[in-house]
């Protein structure tokens, strides 16, 4: 799923990414006007066409009322996910996260394709995932890794 | 769905640019006082008039409070399409937005024409939203565009 | 509904208005202590009492977590609404909006009976709804009105 | 319903305070971590052990986090009572609306027993909450009472 | 239930501790990319693994966007919660709640420790959790100890 409003084609960079990865599974694409409009394109992706996991695919311009909109978007997404025990990947951009046009392009691509590979990991290889409990990985931006260890038992 | 709080006539100027999309097609309107009256007045269009799709058009003020208003609003808004399983296109007017009176009217006007072709698009014209995913489409203002290109590849 | 927070006895303002619009309907009200307590009371009284729409009354103090309770309240009315298919006409009143107490008295005042004007409209006389569409009507203040039109007609 | 994180006993107080105003009724206690675990447990309360009422008593630190812990416990409590249609009364002290230690305690005290009293009110005297509508009650500290009337008529 | 995205692995914290308190029980393991994937997953190990209680195990950066992103983890384990009445003991830590690298590891580690046994104590030690009621206790920095005690009786 992705949107009209982004301005980086998420939705073809996450297409590209997950049949690098594998065959045996099967990818379908809807676009919506924004982010709000997701969920519940979403949530007809599940059920009618029985997907097993979606990815929700948008970019967020730098205004409080984008905040408010990516909160809705997700509050919206967390609902169909509950709605039909099905995992979303919501994979959001903002426009001031990037320092300038290029870098965003580099960013949407690169945190869509990140994701994509969680996807292709949450259904297909799930140890993967585990392997990397707790070691700080980042998607888009470089991992920030783990900490210095410490049991920090109780007494 | 409009309400009687905005200040522009948002539902006619939907239920014109509608009428000049196509035919084939029925346009129910209805009018509540404010914004957060809009979300059971649609979830009633969809069920009991079998909508497949609903807008709701209202104008907000420049108050912090207006913010919190337009987010149980959308919030609203998404637990009906969740619930019924039909797209909603909010069309939210912020009266900050623009910096006169002359403005806001074009802007509230045009915003709403060019969700309402969205909503046509979504029903009767998917593949128009999918050529488009991507290319920074703005509702209102003029569009911004789609950013240079970039793969993103992994290693 | 009302609430024993409040400084104005909105609920009796509302029997009163009501009673001078019309008859052939009948009004049940309720008290309880604060305006988060309002969303399961308006539910029961439309799913026990069959009543066709609620008005909840309540009066907000002026600080930040009088804003967060507004909006706990706001979000529980929606979950009734779209459980119930039955509108609820919140009417909140927020100390801060008046300059003294006497404004604020007024201001509970007005606003609870122009929107039991609404709640009449909304069951009895939904045209009158529909003419007033875009013309900025505001419940307690006086009306802003609408802005000077455009057709804001798309290419 | 209350929690190891508050620093009064307030739980004690309430059963206190409602063993004091009646019988005829029977109340239990169960106490958990912190306020976000109220919600499932009040819900488990209500529909266990079929109580008609729940008090969520809770304190909360200064810090932001601690209103946005507030938000997530207040929606998950208006959750629970539109899923049970009864009604729970949350019980919420923040550090700092009293200015020291002694106040706190006093604050928690006071406003755990006045709510208590509403909590029997709303199953027993609801012609008592009827009586107070609009009057500025307030629980802990002092009632801030009712405004000036004025009838605030619309011509 | 723990994510990639924590720089801490407070899965194997939260394993290793739960082992220490007692056996006749089993602890069921799952790693998702971050918080806002924790809610589903979560329900259907309760649903799918029939667990009697959830632990979720993440770690928020220290800007805007991470409290937000919180929020809808938060409230999306409110809803898991709600729709399951199964616990759900949610365990964050926020970078900026530590000094330096070396105290978050340790918080991360206590913060999960203490949850753990909070958790035990849900399932088999409920009089434990009665016990400390009101005492202010806190998850990973100190405990902070109950206030003085006054009766706070109503006249």
Chains 1, 2, 3, 4, 5 share one sequence.
């Not at 997700?74 to 919501?90: F, K, R």
């Not at 890794?145 to 007494?155: A, F, I, M, R």
Request: hydrophobic share 40%; glycine share 10%.
């Amino acid at each position: 799923m992705d949107t009209t409003f982004a301005r980086y084609d998420m939705g073809t960079a996450a297409e590209e990414e997950l049949k690098g990865l594998g065959t045996g599974f099967q990818v379908i694409r809807r676009t919506v006007p924004g982010v709000k409009d997701l969920p519940v394109a979403c949530k007809r992706l599940i059920e009618e066409e029985s997907c097993d996991l979606a990815m929700a695919l948008g970019m967020l311009g730098p205004h409080a009322v984008d905040k408010q909109t990516a909160l809705v978007a997700d509050l919206g997404l967390q609902g169909v996910q509950l709605a039909t025990n099905t995992p979303i990947l919501g994979v959001f951009v903002y426009e001031e996260e990037a320092k300038d046009e290029d870098e965003l392009a580099w960013l949407a691509a690169r945190r869509t394709r990140e994701h994509a590979r969680n996807a292709y990991n949450m259904l297909f290889r799930p140890e993967t995932l585990r392997q990397n409990a707790g070691t700080g990985q980042r998607e888009g931006f470089d991992d920030v890794g783990p900490l210095e260890t410490t049991s920090g038992k109780l007494s």
